[in-house]
């Protein structure tokens, strides 16, 4: 039957014309913006997938930037505590010539006086950005080195901690607040070790300012199975009459914020500044105490050496010693966080490469693919085109049966 008030035939053609214009929309879309999904209507699933992918990347590189400022800051420190120790190493040659009768110790001691200046300048000009690592005034760092996200799509920041190596040169005074240490305090500090053996291991520090009073801005290091936490008294502090005790509950919050396995430490009341260390984990653990009075440093017993008489110039050589093995440790220190730093770097720029190919994966366009369906539907829709002509004619066809 033919109609003139229905052509259905055109209707066919116009729909198919519509769905090749549709085709031929998205295809142009594709090549102008290089994407299949440009936007949540393409698919929402895979485009709500690339734009979290695109933000951990954004982050990713901004982590890139601090890691990069990281290992700048720490290889400024590296770089002096090595030159500290290189100017250790020439101080001690002097210190050896000083050791013979038949030299002139005046000129050799002002050698040696020359040498500590040069290092005392280095400990100050060692900074990057205003961060010195090696002049006392900055106990650790930490460095913003990745972003991790878990299954549920919750984000946690880690960073790695750098401490700061005391390299100044203030002056040091004998305090032997180590109750337990069993000894007297020498040029580096008083010291304390624990050996900590796994599955139980129990022993214990007791912080004793009764001999001799802490005083404001003395510092009591302990290291935890390689973490490193202290606790510095406050004016408040040396005015107490618990002092010890203050400075002991520092250091069990300091350490349980490490967060160490197995490790449990007790405050024993009954036994002023006493901490009772438990290791219930499955590794071997040491803890060293250290102490360090205000305004000395890790050189501190720099200041004493003076090799312009025969007693001095022998005492000056077990110093020296002592001091070239604190430089050695520093740049040892320094230079292990250094290459930790420059791999963390190194996996962060890989892992975002990685990603960035994940994410054109699944919204880059395939331009070839494009450019065939292109010349396709243009033919398609020139076809579809003449199909709705040749339809839409079909009712002037009905007018030669009323001639």
């Known amino acids: ?52 992918m695109e933000s951990d990347v954004k982050g990713f590189k901004a982590i890139g930037d601090s890691l990069s400022l990281g290992q700048s800051t720490v290889a400024v420190a590296r770089n002096a505590s090595e030159s500290i120790t290189d100017l250790l190493t020439q101080m001690k040659g002097k210190i050896v010539a000083a050791q013979e009768d038949n030299v002139d110790r005046g000129k050799i001691n002002d050698d040696v006086t020359a040498l500590k ?12 950005n205003g961060l010195n690592l090696v002049d006392g005034t900055s106990a650790s760092t930490s460095i913003l080195a990745s972003l991790d996200r878990d299954n549920a799509g919750n984000v ?25 240490s069993g000894g007297v305090p020498s040029a580096a500090g008083d010291t304390v070790t624990l050996s900590l053996n796994a599955g139980g291991g129990n ?7 009764s001999a001799v009073a802490f005083a404001a801005g003395d510092r009591v290091t302990l290291n935890v199975g390689g973490e490193e936490v202290s606790y510095t008294v406050t004016a408040d502090d040396a005015a107490a009459t618990t002092t010890s005790d203050i400075v002991a509950i520092g250091l069990k919050n300091a350490v349980d914020n490490l967060g160490i396995a197995g490790l449990t430490v ?10 009772d260390f438990t290791n219930a984990g499955t590794t071997d653990l040491t803890v060293s105490g250290q102490f360090t009075n205000a305004g000395s440093g890790g050189l501190g017993a720099m200041s004493g050496i003076d090799v312009s008489t025969g007693v001095g110039a022998t005492s000056a050589l077990a110093t020296v010693e002592t001091l070239i093995s604190t430089a050695i440790s520093a740049s040892a220190a320094f230079g292990s966080v250094e290459g930790r730093i420059e791999t963390q770097a190194s996996f962060i720029s890989n892992l975002t490469d990685s990603m960035t190919s994940g994410i054109g994966a ?40 009323f001639r």
């Open 1 to 52: 039957m033919s109609s003139i008030l229905t052509n259905t035939s055109a209707m066919v053609a116009l729909q198919t014309l519509k769905g090749i214009n549709k085709g031929l929309a998205g295809v142009q879309s594709e090549i102008s913006t290089g994407k299949s999904v440009s936007n949540a209507k393409d698919n929402s699933a895979v485009w709500a997938i690339s734009k979290v």
């Open 117 to 128: 200046e040069q290092i005392n300048a280095v400990v100050s000009a060692a900074q990057f």
């Open 156 to 180: 946690t920041a880690s960073s790695i901690t750098v401490n700061g190596q005391d390299l100044s040169t203030g002056s040091y005074t004998a305090k032997d607040i180590f109750g337990n």
């Open 203 to 209: 022993d214990t520090i007791t912080i004793d300012d």
């Open 266 to 275: 007790d405050y024993d009341s009954s036994v002023a500044g006493t901490l």
């Open 362 to 401: 699944m919204v880059d366009a395939d331009m070839e693919e494009a450019s065939a369906r292109l010349q396709a539907l243009q033919v398609q829709q020139q076809l579809g085109v003449q199909a709705l002509s040749i339809a839409n004619q079909a009712p002037q066809q009905l007018l030669s049966l």
